[in-house]
Structures are given as structure tokens and as C-alpha cells.
Antibody, heavy 115, light 107 residues
């Protein structure tokens, strides 16, 4: 059974940092592109970032460029999102997902940016 | 960046109705379009990929069509389980974009 389990969400003050993690199991993690997608409370889906199988290519939505970094550790079957200089508008549920060639999503982890 | 515009934003329909949702891209995306269904508190679920290919396990009442900049998702006979929010998503490049969503409500 495929599982993507996010962790690391929580309450952080504006300007602060958080690191999200996603533990993957049930598929060959190293063979797939991975993504982060977020959803602000009561709002629609927003793609955040993509990373290639070997980590050599990374792509970001304009609103997080220079502040967020996507990375992966294929030996640990794990995906990460380092989020710096957080803003109130970054408040959302963050989903880890494998959407290129398959359709797997985590349950999401809530990040709240507030003073 | 490619913008995706869905219409309508909300749709009220009855069980058995034929429902059509439209998605427009700000530039041509060939057939690199997916449709997702999302229910409250849940992760999205893929329905259609490459504009018209039905994902395995998805009921045949769902269909997709279009290419270039105009796409549609059709539910041929709306079922109680179909009341949800639907999103289109372009993946023409590695910079993806979702539409703003269409909520299908019970009439």
C-alpha cells in the first residue's frame, strides 16, 4: 500500500521557518518526481514545487521562490520542504504528492503563520 | 506563467443531471491537462489525465475533452457521491497551475 505521510507543520510567527517532511512507502520513491501542493483554508489548490528523481531539477511557484527549498533523500524515501521568511499568506495545508505518472497524495500537514 | 480559469465557480445540480465544467488556459497546453475531484478534508483524487484519458477505477460517467486552450469535464449522470469540488490542472511544463475550482452542489 502506498503511503505518503507529512510531518512538521505547526504554528510559526511571520518571518519564521519550518521544515516539512514527507515519508514515502509502498512505491519506488527514487523513480518518481515529487511535489508539494498547498491549500489555504477554504481556498483552492496551489502547486508549490516539483523535484526530479535525482534532485537535479527543481521548480517553484513564483510566490515562494527564494524562500522555500524542496529537497529529497532517496536513501530515506523522504521529501522535504524548507520554508523560510514565512508570511501569513503561506498559511495552508501542505500536501506531499507524487503526480507524474501516478496519483498519490499525503493527508496534508497544516502550517499556520500568525503572531 | 500559464493561468487556468474554470467556469462556473459553483454549480447547482440534481442527481441524474448532465454536468459540464469548463477550463481555459491562458496559452496552449496541448493535451497536458488533468482533472481532480476533492471532498472536504480529503486529498484530491485524479479523474482524468492528458485531457481525455480516464484514470483507472474512475466511473465511466466522467469524461474529458479538449486541447490547446479549451477543456471540459463532463459527468453524464450526476450521482450522490459526485457532489464535490473539481479542479483542472495544467502540466505543460514543470511549472504547474490549478484552476480555482468548481463546487458542485445539490440543487
Amino acid at each position: 500500500e502506498v503511503q505518503l505521510v507529512e510531518s512538521g507543520g505547526g504554528l510559526v510567527q511571520p518571518g519564521g521557518s519550518l521544515r516539512l517532511s514527507c515519508a514515502a512507502s509502498g512505491f519506488t520513491f527514487s523513480r518518481y518526481w515529487m511535489s508539494w501542493v498547498r491549500q489555504a483554508p477554504g481556498k483552492g489548490l496551489e502547486w508549490v514545487a516539483n523535484i526530479k528523481q535525482d534532485g537535479s531539477e527543481k521548480y517553484y511557484v513564483d510566490s515562494v521562490k527564494g524562500r522555500f527549498t524542496i529537497s529529497r533523500d532517496n536513501a530515506k524515501n523522504s521529501l522535504y520542504l524548507q520554508m523560510n521568511s514565512l508570511r501569513a499568506e503561506d498559511t495552508a495545508v501542505y500536501f506531499c504528492a507524487s503526480l507524474k505518472g501516478q496519483d498519490y497524495w499525503g493527508q496534508g500537514t497544516l502550517v499556520t503563520v500568525s503572531s | 506563467d500559464i493561468q487556468m480559469t474554470q467556469s462556473p465557480s459553483t454549480l447547482s445540480a440534481s442527481v441524474g443531471d448532465r454536468v459540464t465544467i469548463t477550463c481555459r488556459a491562458s496559452q496552449s497546453i496541448s493535451s497536458w491537462l488533468a482533472w481532480y475531484q476533492q471532498k472536504p478534508g480529503k486529498a484530491p483524487k485524479l479523474l482524468i489525465y492528458k485531457a481525455s484519458s480516464l484514470e483507472s477505477g474512475v466511473p465511466s460517467r466522467f469524461s474529458g475533452s479538449g486541447s490547446g486552450t479549451e477543456f471540459t469535464l463532463t459527468i453524464s449522470s450526476l450521482q450522490p457521491d459526485d457532489f464535490a469540488t473539481y479542479y483542472c490542472q495544467q502540466y505543460n511544463t514543470y511549472y504547474w497551475t490549478f484552476g480555482q475550482g468548481t463546487k458542485v452542489e445539490i440543487k
